[in-house]
């Protein structure tokens, strides 16, 4: 009944697979390139996002810098910035681009920006998605191959489906992140002039990663039914 999980539908991820592979070159490049210089005030990115959160009336958040290369990220659970050495460390105009931006969505969770309360509310069930969707979806196809039972199928395409919403909500989250953290960019005179173009073309490239995996999710999802269908 089903002819397996490779056929010619495979095509519809090409598009998927170029954007990926383009926005990760674009952010490496970025970031590299204005990595390398430094902002005329010498601010580090935690001392960026420091003065971001004490405008905003969050002095209670903090800021932890260690991890990973481009590990930088904010728990809502711990109202924690945490920034890489790159990033926190960094007086760049990269580093305090992304610094801000993480600030901005500890900004967001303070005001209740709809879409990240959203957001984090579907974490747990996006992970079951992601991690068990396909699994359950694979294991589907080969009973439906000998019982023509395709009910564990669908039930990893709607595990799936879960996971590629989350991907669409977070795109308005992480662009409007970084809308805010232009502007305290700007608003804090943190960076000036020329410096602001910088740290919008590293946020620009990093928003291009999240847009591709929207797609690549999308895509996916449109594979599993097609082949869900297959007679």
Known sequence: MYSGFF??????????????????????????R???????????????ARMVLDSAGLADVGIEVGGGTLSDHYDPRTRTLSLSPAVGNSNSLAALGVAA???????QHAQGYAAFRLR?????????GTNLGL?????????????GNSLLMNIGIVLYAAAVLFTLVTL???FNASR????????????VADELTGARKVLSAAALTYVAAALSAILTLLRLILISRRD
């Open 101 to 107: 931006h993480e600030a901005g969505h500890a900004i």
């Open 135 to 147: 699994i359950l979806f694979i294991v589907g196809i080969i009973i439906a191959s000998y019982s």
């Open 7 to 32: 056929h010619w539908d495979l095509i519809l991820l090409i598009p998927a697979v170029v954007l990926g592979i383009y926005a990760q070159f674009k952010v490496k490049s970025a970031f590299n």
């Open 180 to 191: 805010r953290a232009m502007a305290e960019l700007q608003n804090r005179s943190i960076l």
């Open 172 to 174: 308005p989250v992480e």
């Open 120 to 128: 984090s509310a579907m974490v747990p069930v996006a992970n079951i």
């Open 34 to 48: 204005y990595s390398q210089i430094p902002s005329a005030r010498g601010l580090t990115g935690a001392q960026g």
